[in-house]
């Protein structure tokens, strides 16, 4: 989950050092913002349900808010012809921003992306079943939620950091990079103001 604000953070730090710019936190918590592109409705989703106190869609099926255009492989190059129309200098940082969030669903917790949506219907997922990567078909990917999905996985993984489907240490690693990527943002100024 905060793997996709470190790659944003860097990846928009990277692009004012590569320009000879001091990087602004502002800038680097915009490209945090740009990396989650692709879960910007389930997110709006979220807090709308929060703010009208209904039950979030976060159990074993959150994975379907993955399903769909922005995920797929085809909506970077989309995201890259508007930013190209509307702000073409940060076009560069907005595309590998909205690009890492696709890879970095391919492991880690849920269940993948599909990559090639709409052309392809498959769920592609990294280090799954003794394999580096698994194409898996609608139905074989409902299979296994059933079996293995868990209502529950939000607290198991941040909270008890207890997520016997999961690598145990995903948990931690997650909330460790959360918390890097804000102290980056913060120390900024520090660092090359
Ligand atoms: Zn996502």
Known sequence: MFFH???GCLIFMIFDIALGRAPSWLFIAAGVVVAYMPDWPYVIECLTRLCLRKKLPINKYSHVHRDGIMHSLFFPPLVLLLTWLAIPEYQVPVFFAVVSHSLLD???IGWGVKLFYPFSKKTFKLFFQGKWI???SPQELETIVEQKGDDE?????YIDFNSPDLFWWYGPVDLATGAITLSLIFSTKVIWG
């Open 5 to 7: 604000a470190l790659a």
């Open 134 to 136: 698994v194409a898996l």
């Open 106 to 108: 391919l492991w880690g």
């Open 153 to 157: 996985w939000l607290r198991k993984v």
